[in-house]
């Protein structure tokens, strides 16, 4: 595997059910995002781990849960989600420490939520 | 606050012609970083180029081409003589001095290029 991979690539849950979405970095970043792009709107950031620590939490709702085990690996938790989030979950990774910021985008999962 | 505009929504043009995709930027960071990415219909977000504030020369990739002017706060982007393959939607972002911040994107251009 290279890059930045994704799975699942596609989920359709209930809003009573729990999942799991799993990003996977094969970059050797120490940084790993987690992104919402819903229809007509612009990509939002909701989550960042830099060096494994959260350092950025955009008000998203408790409904989504990261998890960073390790620098490769970064899951979001979802549960009692509801019809408006779904969208396209796209993780990203990055090398922190470095002068520029250049992300490095996985293919996103979409998920629909009835 | 740090604000990217792209004013485009959509654009149509025919294969083989030149197009211009706009992006204007706002940040009070002195260093600052600049991005295009391009998401195809697979969804994936396709890394194109990278050009810090300190750097204005324009920048030519085979058939893309960016224009950095500091003075109108501007990283526009050219495609000349456009394929069918370059139909996508086309991202603008802007990084702040401090490494590991997250990137701000515009909404995105669509780009649907017929044969």
């Known amino acids: 595997e290279t890059g930045v991979t994704q799975t699942p690539r596609h989920l359709v849950m209930g809003m009573t059910n729990k999942k799991s979405l799993k990003c996977e970095q094969h970059?050797?970043?120490?940084?790993m995002y987690w992104y919402k792009q819903s229809a007509k709107k612009p990509l939002e950031l909701m989550f960042v781990?830099?060096?494994?620590?959260?350092?950025e939490n955009n008000s998203v709702p408790s409904r989504f849960s990261p998890e960073c085990p390790n620098s490769s690996h970064l899951f979001l938790h979802l549960h009692t989600l509801q019809p408006e989030d779904s969208a396209l979950y796209l993780c990203?990774?990055?090398?922190?420490?470095?002068?520029?910021?250049?992300?490095?985008f996985g293919p996103g999962t979409r998920l629909t939520v009835l | 606050a740090q604000k990217v505009t792209q004013a485009q929504t959509e654009i149509s043009v025919v294969e083989k012609e030149d197009v211009t995709l706009d992006c204007v930027y706002e940040?009070?960071?002195?260093?600052?970083?600049l991005f295009w990415y391009k998401q195809p219909p697979s969804g994936e977000l396709v890394f194109l180029i990278r050009?810090?504030?300190?750097?204005?020369q324009n920048e030519i990739s085979g058939r893309y081409s960016w224009n950095f002017q500091k003075s109108t706060s501007s990283f526009n982007f050219t495609i000349t003589a456009s394929q069918v393959v370059d139909s996508a939607v086309y991202f603008c972002?802007?990084?702040?001095?401090?490494?590991?911040?997250?990137?701000?994107f515009g909404k995105g251009t669509t780009l649907s290029v017929s044969s």
């Open positions: 990203a990774s990055s090398q922190v420490g470095v002068a520029y910021n250049e992300q490095f």
């Open positions: 970059l050797g970043h120490n940084a």
């Open positions: 781990y830099s060096l494994e620590e959260r350092v």
């Open positions: 940040t009070r960071d002195t260093t600052y970083y």
């Open positions: 050009r810090n504030s300190f750097d204005e």
């Open positions: 972002a802007l990084s702040g001095e401090q490494a590991g911040t997250a990137l701000i």
